[in-house]
């Protein structure tokens, strides 16, 4: 600090600087209507906003693509009761329970929008559209153990001793991966005592317990761990990047978790909002978002799978997939949060 | 001359309570609201479960013992900047700073690998034959609490730095003259020199442990939770605000505690250095 | 450099104590950031270690401004709300730190926990809590609001670290000075803030350098198209491991030696008493 030494002179240039660039505006608006649209951050918001900009431009509408992490965005709506920051949400079936018990969303209209009876009328949701589906499974690192053949194998074959992780309650993965261990190891979705039960008898299990599924992938890239709960993305993802990484679809079926946009209770944009739905279920955009680094599985019907999405699920597989209750999930998720926490803290 | 420095400091009180003490009237009011009324039903939640409070006495520990790791690792590197020329002063300071430079993540990034199994700790002690096996410090307190007091070292070093950057070399000369060996001078006249830039760097180093939570996140894994995570649970995925808030209260109000003790601390001892 | 001529073993012990001890600590404090930057010269696809080979196709990935395009808005954005949050804690905590030294001891030690508190809530229930207050009274999501709140929660850093020096000044000096006829202001820009100088510089950094790495505050108070960059961060590693989130810092740590080497040629001599 002894000599480093600025002049008054030099500070006051400086600063005056500063504050000439912020009186800037931070983006040109588009004339028309503009639907302010939130999206995961990272691969989900650059995909959104090449793809479907200029779909929506060409209609004469304009898109901001605000990026925010799903609790991140009910939050920020949840704090603004009736001036929602967002007119579109996108979030998955656990968070939607959420939002529409707190009365953010509102149910659609789907007259409007051209590309409604593209998709299955299982990807039809009153409160908006189904833009994607998440398969999730179990990772392994093929170098380090076996191919698991499910759930039970991770707890019953000692080579997997010690090389699994796990997350806490909080993550969507997580926690339909144990429901899915309450069926197998319990007498139903909700007996998550069998779950702690089973943690408990397994002590080893609760060693590298992380609280998120990136951390995760961190870790296995170090090779601290050699198997972790997981969507097919995350594999497909550490695959492109030269890792040596697998995805299994558990004996008992694969988890899945559509991701579907919804519409704000307030919306200010709906024309826009409506407009932007429309693109992201249209075979334009989701022709685009289904190759790499997006890779999402398209559920407009018109659009053709890639062998690279066919290679982990293909459309007939969708009817067998595990599709959890997340209304009595949101129910008991509190407690089972603090039973677990107590039970990995010791 | 005593009063004349109230109004220097009016805009940031006026800044305080208009931007920070109502969002705090709106947490102190979430933790007490009810669907019936006024309750300190929340509270008793948080310390109806014995877990929570050992949450919170971990995260007070974990304050702590950073606090004590990142004075015993920062006074050292202060009095080496003493004893240096210009230059070496110049790298010191550029050094210090380089640990706040880098991002959070990927200082948290590095800290994964130096305590994982294939990192130079697990290598260092196999090669000194003290373990058998790779052995991982993740998900250890002791592992967080090496990567905790380097990340925070900077907040502690900053304000002894700038307090020692403003004294000449001149100033122990009074003690070398009068025959004190260096340990005495370091003792006598470094150490209370020092003294508020370690109370500050203290007040830095406490704060931002217990109100920042990615490291300890990573680092600690689920084995190790601390307050802020608990809170930002509450938060994003249960959606129980009045909880988050109670939460929120009672750590503002301990830690508050804890500084309000160094700060008076640092106040007395100003009174006996000017009496 | 100082003669120590009594019993030379003390001294000596001193010397293995400041210059060994010391270096040690200075490596413990810069070896895990020289671990990061090494990743950040990997030719390989992900942030790893040991890295695989040598480049600098990040750095080239990352000033690329085609394929980092959301990477610099987001930067800008970010570097702007950081030299406005600095801008604001000087404008706001130095004239607290200069007023606090003149004032009595007992009232500063009421109002200094008031002023420090925003330091100890969690950054993430005060972005969450002004926004609810903000929405209450009609203000929208704003660059101005994320400002305002950056300054709120980290202008006590600029207190604390400018109070540590005006604690050890000699309030004699500035008496001196308006005794001799100079104006509160002369006095002021003369005398009080070059001496706190080192202070309000460390102040400086540490709003500037927290308020880069924030999340929960500008996730919540700002407009929905601004983006920041530790938030970029953040997905950049979740999703994909981008070893251009390694560069960032290694870019950071390149500029600040780069102002430091032109601070020291050029305005050190001109300044040195």
Redesign the interface.
């Known amino acids: 600090m002894h000599d480093f030494k600025l002049s008054r002179r030099h500070f006051g240039m400086l600063a005056a600087g500063v504050a000439a660039s912020a009186a800037l505006p931070f983006s040109v608006r588009a004339a028309g209507g503009t639907a302010i649209a939130a999206t995961f951050p990272g691969n989900w918001e650059d995909g959104y906003r090449k793809a479907l900009t200029p779909i929506l431009e060409a209609e004469g509408f304009g898109l901001t693509v605000a990026p925010a992490m799903a609790q991140d965005q009910l939050a920020k709506v949840m704090a603004s009761p009736g001036n929602p920051p967002y007119d579109t949400l996108l979030m998955s079936p656990g968070q939607m329970a959420t939002a529409i018990e707190n009365d953010l969303i509102q149910k659609i209209d789907p007259s409007r929008l051209k590309n409604w009876n593209m998709l299955d009328p299982a990807f039809q949701g009153e409160y908006g559209p189904t833009v994607t589906i998440e398969v999730n499974g179990i990772a392994y690192n093929p170098d380090m153990v076996p191919r698991p053949k499910g759930y039970r194998d991770l707890f019953e074959n000692p080579a997997y001793q010690g090389k699994v992780s796990w997350t806490g309650f909080a993550s969507n993965t997580a926690v339909m991966a144990y429901t899915e261990m309450a069926k197998i190891f319990g007498s139903g979705p909700n007996d998550m005592d069998a779950v702690f039960k089973l943690f408990k008898d397994h002590p080893e299990q609760l060693q590298g317990v992380v609280d998120s599924t990136n951390h995760q992938m961190t870790l296995f890239q170090q090779g601290e761990i050699a198997v972790f709960m997981c969507s097919t993305g995350n594999v497909a993802r550490l695959k492109s990047l030269g890792m040596n990484a697998e995805f299994v679809q558990p004996e008992t079926g694969s988890p899945a978790a559509p991701v579907n946009i919804h519409l704000t209770k307030g919306a200010k944009n709906l024309d826009a909002a409506y407009a932007y739905m429309d693109a992201a279920i249209s075979k334009a955009a989701q022709d685009i978002l289904k190759m790499p680094p997006t890779e999402m599985f398209p559920t407009n019907k018109e659009v053709a799978l890639t062998p690279g999405i066919e290679a982990y699920v293909t459309r007939d597989q969708l009817s067998k997939m595990v599709y959890p209750d997340w209304a009595a999930i949101n129910k008991n998720r509190a407690a089972w949060i603090r039973t677990f926490d107590a039970l990995v803290a010791g | 001359m005593k009063a004349s420095g109230f109004p220097y400091v009016v805009p940031m009180l006026l800044l305080s309570v208009a931007f920070f003490a109502t969002p705090l009237a709106v947490l102190v009011g979430f933790s007490f609201s009810g669907p019936g009324g006024a309750t300190v039903e929340h509270y008793g939640r948080f310390f109806g479960d014995a877990f929570n409070f050992r949450v919170l006495v971990s995260t007070a520990r974990l304050g702590l013992e950073t606090v004590v790791g990142t004075t015993l690792l920062g006074v050292p590197i202060a009095l080496l900047y003493w004893h240096s020329g210009r230059t070496a002063r110049q790298v010191i300071i550029f050094l210090t700073l380089i640990p706040m430079l880098t991002s959070n993540v990927v200082r948290t990034f590095a800290w994964i690998v130096i305590l994982g199994r294939q990192g130079p700790i697990s290598e260092t002690l196999m090669a000194l034959g003290l373990t058998g096996s790779p052995i991982s410090l993740m998900f250890t307190e002791f592992g967080l609490l090496m990567a905790m007091c380097q990340i925070d070292l900077p907040l502690i070093i900053l304000p002894l730095i700038a307090i020692l950057s403003r004294t000449p070399v001149q100033f122990t000369e009074a003690a070398q003259v009068s025959g004190a060996g260096p340990w005495r001078i370091l003792v006598t006249v470094l150490l209370p020199l020092m003294l508020p830039g370690l109370l500050a760097g203290w007040i830095l180093v406490f704060a931002s442990t217990s109100s920042s939570f990615v490291t300890q996140a990573v680092i600690g894994g689920a084995r190790n939770v601390y307050v802020p995570q608990l809170i930002y649970r509450e938060v994003g995925t249960l959606f129980d605000w009045p909880l988050a808030s109670a939460i929120a209260v009672v750590l503002l109000i301990s830690t508050g505690c804890l500084l309000v003790a160094m700060t008076m601390i640092s106040r007395h001892r100003r009174l006996v250095g000017h009496a | 450099?100082?003669d120590?001529?009594?019993?030379p073993v003390?001294?000596l012990?001193?010397?293995v104590?400041?210059?060994g001890?010391?270096?040690l600590?200075?490596v413990?404090?810069?070896?895990?950031?020289v671990?990061?930057l090494t990743?950040s010269f990997t030719s390989?696809?992900?942030?790893?270690?040991p890295p695989e080979g040598f480049s600098f196709r990040w750095y080239e990935a990352l000033l690329d401004p085609v394929r980092s395009a959301?990477e610099h808005a987001a930067a800008w954005?970010s570097l702007?709300i950081a030299?406005?949050a600095?801008?604001g804690a000087?404008?706001?905590?130095v004239?607290?730190t200069?007023?606090?030294?003149?004032?009595?001891?007992s009232?500063?030690?009421t109002?200094?926990?008031?002023?420090?508190?925003?330091?100890?809530?969690?950054?993430?229930?005060?972005g969450?809590?002004?926004?609810?207050?903000a929405?209450f009274v009609g203000l929208q999501?704003s660059?101005w609001l994320t400002?305002?709140?950056h300054?709120?929660v980290f202008?006590p850093?600029m207190?604390?670290?400018a109070?540590?020096?005006a604690?050890?000044l000699n309030?004699s000096l500035a008496?001196a000075s308006t005794v001799m006829g100079a104006s509160w202001f002369t006095t002021l820009?003369r005398v009080t803030?070059p001496?706190l100088?080192?202070?309000i510089?460390?102040g400086a950094?540490?709003v500037f350098?927290q308020s880069l790495?924030n999340v929960s505050v500008s996730?919540?108070l700002a407009?929905?198209?601004?983006?920041v960059l530790?938030?970029?961060?953040?997905?950049?590693?979740?999703?994909?491991?981008d070893v251009r989130?390694?560069a960032?810092?290694g870019i950071?740590?390149g500029l600040?030696?780069l102002v430091?080497l032109v601070?020291?040629r050029v305005?050190?001599p001109q300044?040195q008493a």
Do not use: H, W
């Not at chain 3, 413990?28 to 950031?33: C, E, G, S």
């Not at chain 3, 109002?111 to 005060?126: C, G, T």
């Not at chain 3, 969450?128 to 207050?133: G, H, R, T």
């Open positions: 450099m100082r120590m001529k009594e019993n003390p001294a012990l001193y010397k104590f400041v210059f001890f010391g270096s600590c200075v413990y404090l810069v070896a895990p950031i671990i990061a990743m390989g696809q992900t942030l790893k270690y959301t954005n702007k030299g406005l600095v801008l000087l404008l706001f905590a004239p607290a200069i007023g606090m030294t003149r004032m009595r001891r009232t500063v030690g109002i200094e926990p008031l002023l420090l508190a925003p330091l100890v809530l969690p950054s993430l229930v005060y969450l809590a002004a926004l609810i207050v929405n999501p660059l400002v305002t709140g300054v709120v202008g850093l207190y604390r670290a109070s540590v020096v604690q050890g309030p008496e820009r803030i001496l100088m080192p202070g510089l460390a950094f540490l350098i790495d996730l919540f407009d929905a198209q601004t983006t530790p938030l970029r961060m953040f997905a950049l590693i979740e999703e994909s491991l989130v390694a960032i810092s950071l740590i600040t030696l430091m601070a020291r305005l050190a300044r």
